[in-house]
Nanobody
Framework: QVQLEESGGGSVQAGGSLRLSCAAS????????MGWFRQAPGKEREFVSVISGSDPFIDYTDSVKGRFTISRDNARNTVYIQMNSLKPEDTAVYYCGATGNIRRFIDPGFYVYWGQGIQVTVSS
């Protein structure tokens, strides 16, 4: 049984930092495309970042480039996203997802496994 468990969320002021973790069981994160998504109230789930493969391949949505950093610890079977210089518009529930489809990594519909989500709130 596959489980993805996010942790590290919370409330911070604008300009602050948080690091989210996604601990996986039942799959090996280095063998999957691992993505971070977020969903604000009344909005669709949107792509934030992805890490995949042995090199690895990494990408970010434009709004977080230069502020967020995704990483992976294969020994801990965990994916992280370090979020710096947080803005109020980063407020959302953040989800970790896993898929085998690297060509559609920005589309949440192609992710097979999801965590339960974790709240990030940034106040101005």
């Amino acid at each position: 049984q596959v489980q993805l468990e996010e942790s590290g969320g919370g409330s911070v002021q604008a300009g602050g930092s948080l690091r989210l973790s996604c601990a996986a069981s039942g799959l090996v994160v280095s063998n999957y495309v691992m993505g971070w998504f977020r969903q604000a109230p009344g909005k669709e789930r949107e792509f934030v970042s992805v890490i995949s493969g042995s090199d690895p391949f990494i990408d970010y949505t434009d709004s977080v480039k230069g502020r967020f950093t995704i990483s992976r610890d294969n020994a801990r079977n965990t994916v992280y996203i370090q979020m710096n210089s947080l803005k109020p518009e980063d407020t959302a529930v953040y989800y970790c997802g896993a898929t085998g489809n690297i060509r559609r990594f920005i589309d949440p519909g192609f992710y097979v496994y999801w965590g339960q989500g974790i709240q990030v709130t940034v106040s101005s």
